[in-house]
């Protein structure tokens, strides 16, 4: 079984061990950040974690309700060494959305600052991976990919809703 350390927002996964304090004993290698409106969250997460190479995974529940940026921004400011994030996002009304931030190429320009900042906690060679993305277009796709890459440094993958 691959180890998870989840920190106390990830109590409705009743079924594997978490952390009660906050701190992780181990330093997490993966970053897995889930919107707590998912009704399937722990088979999402759970298929993350058995299909990568890593067995150090952090698994961090955001709030549907609130600026999904900002609760990332925060997230990382107190980590570091991450070499891939997973962002597991939600879709609602046909707009993808992280905690309650529409993703869009042009909406990112309001959230330079936070992306630029996501580099200092992850590796040189980082991977942000979007999972549950559905694009309204290829060139939407693109445009969000290029951005998210351009600021943050990382190699960016948009994963479909399985």
Known sequence: ???LHFIPQTRKFDEV????????RVRPEELIVYD????NAYEIVADICSSREHDQFEVVSISATVDGMDQVT???ASRHDISAMHLVIATEDGINR???????ADRLDG???DLVAWQDSLTENPEIIVHGFRPETETHATDLESAFASLTGA???LLPTQ
């Open 1 to 3: 079984m691959i180890p």
């Open 17 to 24: 061990r978490f952390r009660t304090d906050g701190e992780s």
């Open 36 to 39: 707590d409106s998912l009704v």
């Open 74 to 76: 925060a997230i990382l």
């Open 98 to 104: 992280l905690g309650n931030t529409p993703l869009f």
């Open 111 to 113: 959230y330079t600052g």
């Open 155 to 157: 190699e960016v993958y």
